[in-house]
């Protein structure tokens, strides 16, 4: 099995769990075990999940605003979450490749693996909720017709990305590419930076 094959396999499990309930305030089951990557994985795609649906109701254009603005802080931390979560799945990968001899004429890639891993699990999530709107019997035939061309479109670059992130794993292993991983900065998030935070003090 590639580790896209087994990601991918781990994002649908957890967008199937989220789904039992479809609550965004459903307690997470993890059920793999710590500190392996599929827990890793599992737990990215659910934070994912549930920002999905949180950005659903927030432009709900009736939604109370202390609401709206209690939602979008809780967004923002999820953000935060989904963030700290993929640099601890480069750190598996700088992990797993440590040892590697890098060639004299390896390149860099434009992401890091988790990165491209994060793109896989919104896609995971794009396509489930494009499959739900394709199968709806209340929509018409225009709606269904144009759904399931965007849900082709969807599963064509699945399988794209998927391809492309086991090659770069590859290459990696190999030593033809290495990895070189910059943490993300967020600028907003800290009080120390955040001029509208740092000027209040």
């Not at 793109?119 to 199968?135: D, T």
């Not at 018409?140 to 794993?169: F, G």
């Not at 907003?188 to 209040?200: C, E, G, R, V």
């Amino acid at each position: 099995m590639t580790f896209t094959e087994k990601a991918n396999t781990v994002f649908l499990q957890a967008i199937r769990d989220y789904h039992l309930k479809d609550d965004v305030d459903t307690p997470i089951h993890n059920p793999y075990e710590r500190d392996t990557i599929e827990y890793d994985l599992y737990m990215k795609c659910w934070i994912d999940t549930v920002q999905w649906h949180l950005e659903d109701i927030i432009r709900d254009p009736h939604i109370d605003p202390t609401d709206a603005l209690a939602l979008k802080r809780r967004i923002d931390r999820s953000n935060q979450d989904r963030t700290d979560l993929v640099e601890e799945i480069d750190t598996y990968f700088r992990r797993l490749y440590q040892d590697v001899a890098v060639q004299k004429d390896a390149r860099l890639n434009t992401e890091s693996p988790a990165w491209a891993v994060d793109r896989l699990s919104i896609l995971a999530l794009k396509i489930w909720h494009m499959r739900e709107q394709v199968e709806r019997k209340d929509a018409d035939e225009a709606h269904v017709a144009r759904c399931q061309a965007k849900l082709d479109v969807l599963l064509e670059q699945q399988l794209d990305l998927s391809t492309a992130i086991d090659q770069l794993l590859d290459d990696i292993a190999e030593g033809r590419k290495y990895m070189k991983v910059y943490r993300q900065m967020k600028m907003y998030n800290d009080p120390a930076t955040n001029p509208i935070l740092y000027k209040k003090n």
